[in-house]
């Protein structure tokens, strides 16, 4: 037994050794790592745009320095790639940008704010070129802003219009015994329709039709203008599917030159007057932005804007970068409130709705915020429903023209498995001490009374909804309410409705924090340092990857997001001022 006790400490001792020398290699990789960061611009360089692995506006940031050491990701955000090219206007280095075979994943009011970047970059006399194997319809816009645009020979081209597809699943409900029970208010609240009907309804049909117009007038009218080519010329080429090849699309003007890559790279030399023989120098924009956040210089004053990053669906608990939590967001502001340096907060919120209880949460911490300074909230691509609802009270509101918004509205779904339980042989049978005692049970029909209360507790939250919206927005509950019932709008419609102030991005909304504050030299601090704990950065390890990352092999990308849709739909609890459904534009 002793010999054993001492085979099983030896093995212990060599697993411990073995698992420290790991996390110290780790802890100094991280540590050099982030030395390393401060990468050398030599002169004469190209920056080369790959927006692979950027998401979010905000990277993040955490109080624990472990957690900031072993986060997953590049820490660079959107806004971080935006200000880097504002950067790289005015530095010698920089002669040009260069978006090669960019396979991004942005939204379209992000690829539209770093689109105005670019075109504001071009205004220094410095080039923008863009080559690909193919373009996406989504990357064709943001790529249709360089000064010449390459193709492959044998490449193609995806540039036919938008389109939005929703499934629906009453006929499963009633052939699988699984049923969601569904309480709403708001006509246009197509988030719970699929579980209702067999096709998209009269008004759900309106509302989609109308977002994509708006969408595609927002998209059309900057390529028209990048391009030189009219919107009614852009119209005719998406509906005769008029530059599917390389030829056609050269015929459209949508693209300059027809070429492999090695031409593409010997017209930047021709460029750089670079001997063909020779490579120019090149920096990867995650490098540069990298560089320009560490070393961006400090305004002189103290004053300060806070920018507050809300970005993800809406839930209890702490938040993440893809969540917003009111545990983060509620500090955020409080910090921002009492710090005497900030002068005005800029809300930058990217969310398609989420739990009504955290939304009114974060938008009462908003509403004393307000009264002490200025609170100016920033749209990306989505600020819908329950991102909506902490918007409404803003002093100014901004949003892009494709921005999706609105969606004044609340639901609750509650899975029922009564009809799947009886036909396996399941049956349930509750007793009680009082007639309302009992939860509500998914093994058990939906009781009308219960339902009558859910109701109630619906009606409640969307009269409150809209009575903030009408006192934030200095408009009349009937006139809200009119606008209301759900249904979602494009930036462009949302500022003829009344729900937004002024079209632009997020430094349109920093400048005009400035001018409410009534400060004129200011640098920006960003929101919310997240509280995060050992489990959290152990999920961030190498050795512990996902479970998703091994699902999504198996399963394929597209049938990942289906389960994950259908897992959000289960965790959602509670009320939901929830966006009606999810648009992806390629």
Request: with cysteine; aromatic share 8%.
């Amino acid at each position: 037994m002793k010999f054993l006790g001492n085979v099983l400490a030896t093995i212990i001792g060599i697993f411990v050794f073995f698992m420290l020398f790991f996390f110290g290699i780790l802890i100094i990789g991280a540590i050099f790592g982030g030395e390393s960061e401060g990468v050398t611009v030599k002169s004469n360089s190209v920056i080369e745009l790959n927006l692979e692995n950027i998401k979010n506006d905000y990277a993040g940031k955490y109080k624990d320095p472990w957690v900031t050491i072993f986060s997953d990701g590049k820490k660079i955000g959107v806004s971080d790639i935006i200000n880097a090219v504002a950067e790289a206007k005015t530095d010698d280095d920089i002669k040009g940008i260069s978006i090669l075979n960019d396979n991004s994943s942005l939204g379209m009011a992000q690829s539209k704010a770093l689109r105005d970047a670019l075109e504001d970059f071009k205004k220094s006399g410095k080039f923008v070129m863009a080559y690909a194997n193919s373009y996406s319809q989504k990357e064709y816009y943001l790529n249709s802003v360089a000064n010449t645009i390459y193709l492959n020979p044998v490449g193609d081209m995806d540039f036919k219009g938008l389109s939005a597809e929703i499934m629906f699943f009453k006929d499963f409900q009633e052939k699988s015994g699984v049923k969601m029970e569904v309480i709403r208010h708001g006509k246009y609240k197509s988030a719970v329709e699929p579980f209702l009907e067999n096709k998209m309804s009269d008004a759900n049909r309106e509302q989609t039709t109308a977002l994509l117009n708006s969408v595609w007038n927002s998209i059309t009218a900057d390529i028209s203008k990048s391009r030189n080519v009219s919107v009614a010329k852009l119209n005719e080429i998406a509906n005769g599917l008029l530059a599917r090849t390389p030829e056609m699309a050269k015929a459209a003007k949508l693209v300059d030159i027809i070429a492999y890559e090695d031409v593409y790279h010997n017209a930047i030399k021709n460029i750089l007057k670079v001997d063909k023989d020779k490579d120019y120098n090149k920096v990867a924009i995650l490098d540069y932005a990298k560089k320009v956040a560490t070393t961006s210089k400090m305004s002189e004053s103290n004053n300060e804007i806070a920018i507050i990053y809300a970005q993800g669906e809406i839930g209890s608990g702490e938040g993440d970068v893809n969540t917003i939590g009111e545990g983060s967001m509620r500090r955020s502001l409080q910090e921002a409130r009492k710090n005497k340096d900030v002068k005005a907060i800029v809300l930058r919120i990217d969310s398609p709705g989420g739990s009504a209880l955290t939304s009114d949460l974060i938008w009462r911490e908003i509403e004393l915020t307000k009264k002490v300074k200025p609170v100016v909230v920033s749209m990306g691509n989505y600020a819908a429903s329950g991102g909506y609802y902490i918007a409404c009270n803003a002093n100014t509101i901004f949003a892009e023209k494709n921005t999706i918004t609105g969606s004044i509205g609340v639901f609750g779904i509650l899975p029922n498995f009564t009809t799947l339980a009886t036909k396996i042989g399941v049956h349930t049978e509750q007793v009680k001490t009082h007639e309302n005692a009992a939860n509500y049970s998914p093994f058990v029909p939906l009781d009308e009374k219960f339902k009558a209360v859910t109701l109630e507790e619906i009606e409640h939250i969307y009269r409150t909804f809209v009575t903030h919206v009408a006192q934030g927005r200095k408009m009349t509950f009937a006139q809200v309410d009119a606008i209301a019932q759900g249904r979602v709008w494009s930036g462009s419609e949302a500022l003829k409705e009344g729900l937004v102030d002024k079209i632009g991005g997020l430094d349109d909304a920093i400048r005009e924090a400035a001018r409410l504050s009534k400060i004129k030299d200011y640098s920006t601090q960003n929101y919310p340092e997240y509280e995060k704990n050992l489990n959290d950065l152990l999920e961030n390890l190498p050795f512990a990857k996902s479970k998703a990352s091994f699902i999504k092999e198996e399963i394929g990308e597209e049938n990942y997001k289906i389960m994950q849709q259908i897992k959000r739909l289960q965790a959602q609890k509670g009320v939901q001022a929830m966006m009606p459904f999810e648009i992806n534009i390629q």
